[in-house]
């Protein structure tokens, strides 16, 4: 059975660093689109970052860009995300998703095929 496992959140100050990983299992990640999401209550979830199956390009939200990258250690089966220079906008439930049928850059969780049980971020001020 295919799934996804976050680990790696946790309690910073604003300015700080979090690295989430999003490990797979019965499936390979490396050819799977596999996405960032995040998540606050009362709002949609959003995209943060993805990287495509095809030729690993990435995608990321405008609000994180130069800040958060989206990598993948294809020996781990494992996709991280590394978010610097946190901002208390920020704290929110970081999801991981893959949407096994895209080749690229896919955005929308609605195109998800399954998800990780997601990982809470906290930014203090």
């Known amino acids: 059975q295919a799934q996804l496992a976050e680990s790696g959140g946790g309690l910073v100050q604003s300015g700080r660093s979090l690295r989430l990983s999003c490990r797979g299992s019965?499936?390979?990640?490396?050819?799977?689109?596999i996405g960032w999401f995040r998540q606050t209550p009362g709002k949609e979830r959003e995209v943060v970052a993805c990287?495509?199956?095809?030729?690993?390009?990435?995608y990321y939200a405008d609000s994180v860009k130069g800040r958060f990258t989206i990598s993948r250690d294809n020996a781990k089966n494992t996709v991280y995300l590394q978010m610097n220079s946190l901002k208390p906008e920020g704290s929110a439930v970081y999801c991981c998703?893959?949407?096994?049928?895209?080749?690229?850059?896919?955005?929308?969780?609605?195109?998800?095929?399954?998800w990780g049980q997601g990982a809470q971020g906290t930014v203090s001020s």
């Open positions: 998703g893959a949407d096994i049928e895209a080749m690229g850059i896919s955005r929308l969780s609605s195109e998800y095929s399954f």
């Open positions: 019965g499936f390979t990640l490396e050819y799977n689109t």
């Open positions: 990287i495509s199956s095809s030729d690993s390009s990435t």
